[in-house]
């Protein structure tokens, strides 16, 4: 280490390499790339291709990814909300020197870019929020695509036979008639590590962040696919009449 280097500057300053952050293309306008539980920067692949010429693309794994070689970077503790997963963007984007860009973020990541945004709205230009939530569990006058149960439920799948359960969540979740699309998500959601799976998924599943959506300064472009199994159609709604 360093000589009089404090040890959270190190990880920040080595935060891009260890999140195996990547830039391509040569446009003037930045579109960064960020995607959702149980996957990593390689399911953007097949889209890319189609912006790098005039756009600077950035994808970068999440600490929880099984892409990511250091296990250590994901602490339970400290990813128990969606607050440290904002803060990381932050440092990665400060680090990358990354500014005005046009964020897209995918399930969990779209509302870790609102938090993002609404911390630094001067690095945002555009928000576009793939198949995101701001809560899973339905309440009285809010319909969220799951009951309590039904995620306790789940939490219990995936603590006692996860190999089973992702299994069974990827083909619920991506089109059965696209085989690789499946296999794909199946095969990033196996390469989580040890207790990541369980403990993310209480992060997510169990988050309330409507409150923060009526604060995103940030314009905002709101994709949810009509046949979502995990974000009823009815979350985009809400999300819109809140923004």
């Not at 969606?82 to 964020?103: G, P, S, Y």
């Not at 472009?221 to 809400?238: D, F, K, R």
């Amino acid at each position: 280490m360093e000589p009089n280097v404090n040890p959270i500057t190190l990880q920040k300053k080595c935060l891009s390499s260890s999140l195996n952050a990547k830039i391509e293309g040569l446009g003037t306008e930045t579109l960064v790339f960020a995607h959702g539980y149980g996957t990593d920067k390689s399911i953007w692949d097949k889209i890319t291709p189609f912006f790098v010429e005039n756009y600077r693309v950035v994808v970068f794994d999440w600490a929880f990814s099984g892409a990511v070689e250091d296990e250590s970077l994901y602490d339970p503790v400290k990813y128990s909300s969606l607050e440290a997963f904002a803060d990381d963007l932050l440092a990665l984007m400060d680090q990358m020197d990354l500014k005005d860009v046009t964020f897209v973020g995918h399930s969990m990541s779209g509302m870790i870019g609102c938090l993002a945004s609404i911390q630094r709205p001067q690095l945002f230009k555009r928000l576009i929020l793939l198949g995101a939530s701001p809560r899973y569990i339905n309440t009285d006058d809010y319909e969220g695509g799951f009951t309590s149960s039904d995620i306790e439920q789940l939490l219990v799948n995936i603590e006692s036979n996860y190999e089973n359960w992702a299994s069974a969540f990827s083909s619920l979740v991506v089109d059965p008639n696209d085989e690789p699309s499946v296999n794909k998500f199946r095969e990033c959601l196996k390469r989580m590590r040890g207790e990541v799976p369980v403990s993310l998924a209480k992060t997510v599943f169990c988050c309330d962040y409507r409150d923060i959506l009526e604060k995103v300064e940030t314009a905002c472009t709101i994709i949810q696919s009509s046949n979502e199994m995990v974000v009823p159609y009815s979350v985009a709604l809400y999300m819109e009449k809140k923004n």
